[in-house]
């Protein structure tokens, strides 16, 4: 038969680790947290920095250029585009033609074999607000591709 001082110290010492482990849990996160964010403002500073040394050299030259437009930096998701095709109620052909590629490009890009190039990727920005009548009516004022047109001569 154990000892009854024994198993009270066991049950006290689990129970105690229980309560510092909850405690400590807390303390734990909040710190993890925080590296996080002392990294995101690490690497803003370094950023920023930068960007100030080039401002300085720029200015130490003389040719204070003409700032930039800032190119738009889209984000492709194959989903996105699958879902889009789909409310659009097209085929890949009709997509592609209404996009400018093939239908066998807008496969690769749904399944995730391939993904646009950044013009690409700007006609389907531009696309992306489409409603179905106006999807059909920009399909309809383009000429349909025919398949086979080459005849050969005889």
Request: no cysteine; proline share 3%; hydrophobic share 40%.
């Amino acid at each position: 038969m154990p000892n009854i001082g024994a198993l009270l110290k066991q049950e006290i010492t689990r129970l105690a680790r229980r309560e510092v482990r909850a405690q400590v849990q807390a303390t734990k996160k909040a710190s993890t947290q925080y590296r996080r964010h002392i990294a995101a403002l690490r690497r803003q500073v370094a950023t920023l920095e930068r960007q100030v040394a080039l401002v300085r050299r720029q200015s130490a030259s003389g040719a204070v250029a003409a700032p930039r437009e800032p190119t738009q930096k889209f984000r492709f998701v194959a989903k996105g585009l699958k879902s889009q095709r789909a409310r659009l109620g097209l085929s890949a052909a009709d997509f592609g033609r209404l996009v400018g590629v093939s239908a066998q490009s807008i496969y690769n890009w749904e399944q995730g074999h391939a993904t646009p190039r950044a013009g690409q990727l700007a006609v389907l920005a531009a696309r992306r607000g489409l409603g179905k009548r106006e999807a059909l009516q920009m399909l309809a004022q383009q000429p349909a591709k025919k398949r086979g047109a080459t005849k050969r001569k005889r």
